[in-house]
């Protein structure tokens, strides 16, 4: 069975620090990955896409890795601000079907000053 | 502006009686679809369509209807709303080259 699983389910961090945000997935076979961030209320956004032969890639201060031989990427947030209080949300798509994506449930981000 | 466009933002209604939430997107994009979002569960699909007139269940397709007659819109019918209906909804679209999913704004329903 397709799953993606993320940890922490929930991280409060404070302002200015670095952190990490886990998923791994047993989707196969494997197409591509995104990080999406979606801000309470509203509807989730892209911040990276990963495709297999990737390893790294970086939007801001926002850096996704992806290991498509462990089947694990992290998204890490570096210098945390408080807007980027959010959840966070693994979604992996199989061969180049963009209509079977399956979903993490996410990490839920609180940033405190 | 690219926009997803759901209506209503919030609903609560009763058990039993139809109701419609649009979606309509001004990206020309082909494929469309519907996701429930609920603690715990995350975003589950309930229905996608790839192109007019063509549409089809997702994982969690029970009590929902869909249609797609038009490019740019996308409804969600629910003949006869029931309280495990209650969730967050969100329509989105993508293209077929960047796999990248727009979502909406969200429709929050409460049915009673």
């Known amino acids: 069975k397709n799953q993606v699983e993320q940890s922490p389910q929930s991280l409060i961090i404070l302002e200015g620090k670095n952190c990490t945000l886990q998923?791994?997935?047993?989707?196969?076979?494997?197409?591509?990955l995104r990080w999406y961030k979606q801000d309470t209320g509203r509807g989730p956004v892209s911040l990276t896409i990963?495709?297999?032969?990737?390893n790294t890639k970086s939007n801001g201060r926002y850096t996704a890795t992806l290991d498509a031989d462990t089947k694990q990427s992290s998204l890490h947030i570096t210098a945390s601000q408080l807007s980027d209080s959010a959840s966070y949300i693994c979604?992996?798509?199989?061969?180049?079907?963009?209509?079977?994506?399956?979903f993490g449930i996410g990490t839920k981000l609180q940033v405190i000053p | 502006e690219a926009q997803v466009t759901q209506n209503p933002r919030y609903l609560i209604t009763v058990t039993g009686k139809k109701l419609t939430v649009t979606c309509s997107q001004n990206?020309?994009?082909?494929?469309m679809s519907w996701y429930r979002q609920d603690p715990g569960l995350g975003l589950r699909q309930i229905y996608y369509?790839?192109?007019?007139?063509?549409?089809d269940k997702g994982d969690v397709p029970e009590g929902y209807k869909v249609s797609r007659k038009e490019k740019r819109n996308f409804p969600l019918i629910l003949e006869s709303p029931s309280p495990n209906q209650t969730s967050l909804y969100f329509c989105?679209?993508?293209?077929?080259?960047?796999?990248?999913?727009?979502f909406g704004e969200g429709s929050r329903l409460t049915v009673l």
């Open positions: 989105a679209t993508t293209s077929d080259s960047s796999g990248e999913l727009f």
């Open positions: 979604v992996v798509s199989i061969q180049r079907g963009y209509q079977k994506v399956t």
């Open positions: 369509s790839m192109n007019v007139e063509v549409t």
């Open positions: 990963m495709t297999f032969s990737e």
């Open positions: 998923c791994n997935y047993t989707v196969s076979p494997f197409s591509n």
């Open positions: 990206m020309n994009h082909e494929y």
